[in-house]
């Protein structure tokens, strides 16, 4: 394996659980300061500049705004180490971790319920989420110790991903003894 070589994956959050109620909440607020305006601007008989401002407004309101609810989740791999990215909207990115996969405790499915039983027993005091959705196919958990930066505390995480064959291999490659690796539909 070309010690060099980059892999990366993105996978776009999906619409439910929280992520459709934060949408819809988002557009309640919108329609909310579209009324807030009108009222104001009756009351204040300045309708017709508001109609001027309202759909800049608005539009600037909703750029700054949607991109939270719009939320894409990358991991790539380069040289044994994995970083995990947020892409916010498409447009901003927000490096969320980096961790190099020698010192990854365990990767293993989710689905296996020794594994999982495993993961719960660890009791990882931070999580991160890497999937798309919790009925995700191939969905692998990484059990790792996170580094405090100003101490020397090390605290317990954790990372759920999609897995795609190549990622595995690759996981394999790095730290196989940490690794199981069951067949994926990817």
Do not use: C
Not at 160 to 165: D, I, P, R
Request: hydrophobic fraction near 45%; charge should be positive; glycine fraction near 4%.
């Amino acid at each position: 394996m070309n010690e060099f070589a980059t892999y990366e994956f993105v996978v776009r959050q999906k619409n439910e659980g929280k992520w459709l109620f934060a949408r819809i909440g988002l557009i309640f607020l919108y329609v909310a300061y579209v009324v807030t305006l009108l009222s104001v601007g009756l009351l204040a008989r300045i309708v017709v500049p508001l109609l001027a401002l309202i759909p800049i407004s608005l539009w600037i309101l909703i750029f700054i705004t949607w991109r939270y609810v719009s939320v894409e989740y990358e991991y790539s791999i380069t040289s044994g180490v994995l970083t995990f990215t947020k892409i916010y909207g498409g447009r901003s990115r927000k490096r969320i971790l980096e961790l190099p996969l020698r010192d990854a405790v365990r990767i293993a499915p989710l689905d296996n319920s020794m594994e999982a039983d495993r993961a719960q027993h660890y009791h990882p005091e931070r999580e991160f989420s890497a999937i798309s959705s919790l009925k995700a196919p191939d969905i692998y958990f990484i059990l790792f110790e996170l580094d405090a930066e100003k101490n020397k505390d090390k605290r317990r995480a954790i990372l759920y991903l999609e897995a795609t064959q190549k990622a595995l291999q690759i996981f394999r490659y790095y730290n196989a003894s940490a690794t199981l690796v069951q067949k994926v539909s990817r």
